[in-house]
């Protein structure tokens, strides 16, 4: 089945700069990507869902690029602040039948002054 | 907008003790799901439902009932908790397949 490795498991950044997480997965049939954010204690927050005809989309200081011939997907935070401090999960759907995530294991983002 | 609820917010448990998870959503959702977290590592899917009455196996189902017993609800029964179990349960839904959103979770400590 589908498999999604993140990376980094931890960043840390200061604040100003730009966060980037990366995943990759391994099922090319793969359509559907998406970027969570889940602060302590609380649950998971969508912060960008993409289909695979798009290979860039920004909103709101989010960046999320999408290569389909390396498998590979990523956030970009530009200009992180503290408040982005949190970890970050993609996950992927392989197909429109079905509502099966696959999930990274997560990015603990830390921005600090 | 909505939201999506669930119950307890923290479950202490006994070894071998039966358990009993509650979501509940106000989206009107048709589809619902649970996950386990556990530290360190993504979520993984227990049951999803994609209607009342309706139950699919996810990923991690040995261990777990649920059961979908309204549009709105979802609850997730530990059949047999496990002694120095300790992960967290999250509740999801959505509109059929769509983007899901999540409740804020249920933190499970077995002594």
């Known amino acids: 089945g589908e498999q999604v490795e993140q990376r980094p498991p931890h960043l840390s950044v200061r604040e100003g700069d730009s966060a980037f997480i990366i995943c990759t997965y391994t099922?090319?049939?793969?359509?559907?990507f998406y970027w969570y954010k889940q602060e302590p204690g609380a649950g998971l927050q969508l912060l960008m869902s993409?289909?695979?005809?798009?290979d860039r989309k920004e909103e709101q200081g989010l960046t999320v690029l999408l290569n389909k011939k390396d498998k590979r997907l990523s956030l970009n935070l530009t200009a992180a602040h503290p408040g982005d401090s949190a970890v970050y999960f993609c996950a992927v759907r392989t197909g429109a039948n079905t509502g099966k995530l696959t999930f990274g294991h997560g990015t603990i983002l830390r921005v600090h002054p | 907008g909505g939201i999506i609820t669930q119950t307890p917010k923290f479950l202490i448990g006994q070894e071998g003790q039966k358990l009993t998870l509650k979501c509940q959503q106000n989206f009107n959702h048709d589809t619902m799901y649970w996950y386990r977290q556990d530290s360190g590592k993504g979520l993984r899917l227990i049951y999803y439902s994609i209607t009342e009455n309706d139950l699919q196996k996810g990923d991690l189902s040995e261990g777990y009932d649920a059961s979908r017993e309204k549009k709105s609800s979802f609850s997730l029964t530990v059949t047999s908790a496990q002694k120095n179990e300790m992960a967290v349960f999250l509740c999801?839904?959505?509109?059929?397949?769509?983007?899901?959103?999540f409740g804020p979770g249920t933190r499970l400590t077995v002594l």
């Open positions: 099922d090319s049939a793969t359509a559907y």
């Open positions: 993409v289909f695979s005809n798009v």
């Open positions: 999801a839904s959505s509109i059929h397949y769509a983007e899901q959103f």
